[in-house]
């Protein structure tokens, strides 16, 4: 039966004749989230079409009514809205998570780009990996919408976007205070305070947030949290300004992923640790201010200004006694710990301005420095780093200025076409080896290319081009600079349509096609840049949306895609295959959600995830995960509500994650056996049932 529900074929003809859509259509354009208005998902959304429209299919706007009873086991899962997109987790709690979309395993964030109010989440340059996407610090109670771009076709989108963007922002105002206590099994516990007050002819928005919890792994994981925000606004849509304050820290002890072998046969649980002694600890503090500005009746601006101070100490043992150092009389392992220290800040100005009836010139420049400190990785044992055989200091500047003529040229036709030029400094100062840092230095040209047919009735089509990149590690690019670039190129294509089927039934059908020059990887747990060759992802997604009343919502969307390299893989002459390891090519997710003007409301979550090849030849192959979550509540007149929430309510055995590497337990060296080549897993948590506690006033 599950071989049927989830055949591409399938799925794709039941969604075609059975439509329904994930997250709306919005004409909101992706920088103008200071002046958001009002987005209802109705049938005049598609047909008011405009110079604000979306630029293609894959475009979309989720908002806060659509987050608020939407069950999720992490703070990041919200990125779940985004059709197709996967988020999960193969190590502690306070460790970013791992992303999938669009044939990438994106690892912690290489090829999509996230900013939260404004700032660039993806570090550059990162202890752990390059593109590092760490969002364990939102509150999803305060997110006022998401506002999601696939593909490299935007000139505003720059570093780490050839899969997409994500812009998330937090609300300006708030009326009432709300007080939420959640306990649950594991010792879970999250205790929210927030809300807003008029302070000085402006408002203030707050929220403090405390949260524990030990999970289902036989070491516990210890995992502590401290979060809190502060956000003031005034103004109005025309002349208004935000200045916000954040404050983040974590500490936990991570459970990573055992080898099958081990768990087949019964001498490590599926929920076990080979190594007690992994985890972490982080912070994130930040200062960021956004300005919104009418500069005369055809010149509108909109800037951010922001300073972060971040840190991570991480230790991980992912391979346990596998390397060759019978000479250690203390038998340390495999364990590394990787830590990173720096300071980011930066900007942005945008610029609109309506030339005339028909055009309308946007344009703008961005800048972000890096100032590292210090990161680098070492062996260690319990945490405590004894060979350090990487440091160091970086420093890196990215600028870029851009712009994009958006043409309404009839009531059927309109393009965008646009230009991006990115330049990145770095310079790399070795604190092991003074005479391996260096310097260097590079610049690109982006165009993009949008066109939009339509509407004809309800429905409209999307033609899209657009050409990105990822910037790589600077400690790579200076120590092998013959073969690793500074920016690796990409270059998308796509084609999409978008149709309201009937007032309350909205479909978006995508082909798209990426192609990158090289996958080039760092891989931080050796300090190293691994160079791959050129790749090519392709593939269909189709997203519905159904609301017949206003109190029900039905979504579904389905991807598919295929991810090869270019050529041939070799390893010392012999072929290996064209598959890129670990690359997604199903999801299907649905869910659904009520809330009754009697107070009851429920949401469920169904999200399959299917089996992905690990290696080049395709061989090997990870196992498919299913998972459904649940939750239900009643408000009550007196501003309490009392929720509960099922995570993974069929208590599925499935894995959040699965890698093929090679490994070696303590006691397989001691027999002389040498490290083995095994899948390895870390699996999904769980049935775990979690009561909430509301009170509004």
């Known amino acids: 039966m599950t071989n049927l529900i989830f055949n591409p074929l399938v799925i794709s003809c039941f969604v075609v004749t059975c439509p329904a859509y994930a997250a709306g259509f919005s004409g909101v354009s992706e920088r103008s989230v200071g002046q958001l208005e009002e987005v209802q998902v109705t049938g005049s959304a598609l047909a008011n079409t405009g110079l604000a429209d979306a630029e293609a299919a894959?475009?979309?706007?989720?908002?806060?009514?659509?987050?608020?009873?939407?069950?999720?086991?992490?703070?990041?899962?919200?990125?779940?809205?985004?059709?197709?997109?996967?988020?999960?987790?193969?190590?502690?709690?306070?460790?970013?998570?791992?992303?999938?979309?669009?044939?990438?395993?994106?690892?912690?964030?290489?090829?999509?780009?996230?900013?939260?109010?404004?700032?660039?989440?993806?570090?550059?340059?990162?202890?752990?990996?390059?593109?590092?996407?760490?969002?364990?610090?939102?509150?999803?109670?305060?997110?006022?919408?998401?506002?999601?771009?696939?593909?490299?076709?935007?000139?505003?989108?720059?570093?780490?976007?050839?899969?997409?963007?994500?812009?998330?922002?937090?609300?300006?105002?708030?009326?009432?205070?709300?007080?939420?206590?959640?306990v649950g099994e594991n010792d879970y516990a999250r205790l929210l305070a927030f809300g807003g007050v008029a302070a000085a002819d402006g408002q203030l928005v707050y929220a403090l947030e405390s949260q524990q919890n030990d999970g289902p792994w036989q070491v516990p994981e210890g995992f502590?949290?401290?979060?809190?925000?502060?956000?003031?606004?005034?103004?109005?849509?025309?002349?208004?300004?935000?200045?916000?304050?954040?404050?983040?820290?974590?500490?936990w002890t991570s459970t990573d992923q055992v080898p099958q072998r081990l768990v087949s046969d019964g001498s490590v649980d599926r929920y076990g640790s080979l190594d007690d002694s992994t985890g972490g600890d982080t912070h994130r503090y930040s200062v960021s201010a956004e300005f919104w500005t009418a500069l005369n009746d055809g010149l509108d601006l909109q800037s951010q200004f922001y300073v972060v101070d971040y840190a991570l100490r991480l230790s991980s043992n992912a391979s346990y006694y596998s390397r060759d150092n019978s000479d250690d009389p203390d038998v340390r392992g495999d364990q590394f710990t990787q830590f990173d220290n720096r300071l980011t800040l930066g900007g942005q100005l945008d610029f609109i301005q309506t030339l005339n009836k028909v055009h309308e010139l946007r344009y703008g420049g961005e800048v972000r420095l890096d100032d590292i400190s210090g990161v680098g990785v070492g062996f260690s044992q319990r945490g405590l780093i004894y060979d350090l055989f990487a440091s160091a200091a970086v420093e890196e500047q990215a600028l870029s200025v851009y712009g994009s003529v958006h043409s309404q040229w009839t009531t059927w036709f309109a393009s965008v076409a646009g230009l991006r030029y990115q330049t990145i400094d770095v310079a790399v100062s070795d604190k092991l080896d003074p005479t391996a840092g260096g310097s260097d230095r590079e610049a690109l040209l982006s165009p993009k290319l949008s066109l939009r047919i339509g509407p004809f009735s309800t429905t409209e089509f999307f033609f899209n081009y657009g050409e990105g990149f990822h910037s790589n590690d600077a400690r790579g690019v200076v120590r092998n600079s013959a073969a690793v670039p500074l920016m690796s190129e990409s270059v998308g294509y796509e084609l999409g349509m978008r149709s309201l089927l009937a007032n309350d039934i909205q479909l978006s059908v995508v082909a798209f096609r990426l192609d990158l020059d090289s996958e080039l990887v760092f891989v931080g747990d050796e300090s190293t840049t691994e160079p791959r060759d050129a790749s090519r992802r392709q593939g269909l997604e189709v997203?519905?949306?159904?609301?017949?009343?206003?109190?029900?919502?039905?979504?579904?969307?389905?991807?598919?895609?295929?991810?090869?390299?270019?050529?041939?893989?070799?390893?010392?002459?012999?072929?290996?295959?064209?598959?890129?390891?670990?690359?997604?090519?199903?999801?299907?997710?649905?869910?659904?959600?009520?809330?009754?003007?009697?107070?009851?409301?429920?949401?469920?979550?169904?999200?399959?995830?299917?089996?992905?090849?690990?290696?080049?030849?395709?061989?090997?192959?990870?196992?498919?995960?299913?998972?459904?979550?649940?939750?239900?509540?009643?408000?009550?007149?007196?501003?309490?509500?009392?929720?509960?929430?099922?995570?993974?309510?069929?208590?599925?055995?499935?894995?959040?994650?699965?890698?093929?590497?090679?490994?070696?337990?303590?006691?397989?060296?001691?027999?002389?056996?040498?490290?083995?080549?095994?899948?390895?897993?870390?699996?999904?948590?769980?049935?775990?049932?979690?009561?909430?506690?509301?009170?509004?006033?």
Do not use: C
């Open 58 to 182: 894959s475009v979309g706007t989720v908002l806060a009514a659509q987050i608020a009873r939407r069950p999720a086991l992490r703070p990041a899962e919200l990125l779940e809205t985004i059709p197709g997109m996967v988020v999960t987790q193969h190590s502690g709690d306070g460790k970013a998570n791992q992303y999938f979309l669009r044939g990438f395993n994106l690892d912690h964030g290489s090829d999509f780009a996230n900013y939260v109010d404004g700032m660039p989440i993806n570090m550059v340059s990162h202890g752990h990996g390059q593109g590092y996407t760490d969002l364990n610090f939102l509150i999803p109670e305060l997110v006022d919408h998401i506002v999601y771009r696939k593909g490299p076709y935007y000139a505003e989108a720059g570093d780490f976007s050839s899969a997409g963007t994500a812009r998330t922002s937090y609300v300006r105002a708030l009326v009432n205070q709300t007080v939420k206590l959640t």
């Open 224 to 251: 502590d949290k401290a979060n809190g925000v502060l956000k003031y606004s005034r103004g109005d849509g025309d002349n208004a300004y935000s200045l916000t304050a954040m404050a983040y820290e974590a500490d």
């Open 543 to 697: 997203s519905v949306f159904y609301q017949p009343v206003d109190w029900f919502v039905l979504d579904m969307d389905f991807a598919s895609s295929e991810t090869e390299f270019r050529q041939v893989q070799f390893d010392n002459g012999q072929a290996l295959g064209k598959y890129v390891p670990d690359s997604v090519e199903q999801v299907f997710a649905m869910g659904a959600s009520i809330e009754l003007d009697n107070g009851v409301y429920a949401g469920l979550r169904v999200r399959y995830f299917g089996p992905r090849k690990l290696t080049e030849g395709g061989d090997v192959e990870s196992a498919s995960s299913q998972s459904v979550n649940a939750n239900i509540g009643y408000r009550f007149s007196n501003g309490i509500a009392l929720g509960l929430e099922i995570i993974n309510a069929l208590d599925e055995r499935d894995d959040d994650i699965t890698y093929y590497y090679a490994s070696r337990t303590l006691s397989e060296r001691n027999a002389g056996i040498e490290p083995q080549l095994d899948r390895h897993s870390h699996p999904m948590e769980p049935r775990t049932y979690r009561v909430t506690l509301t009170y509004q006033f």
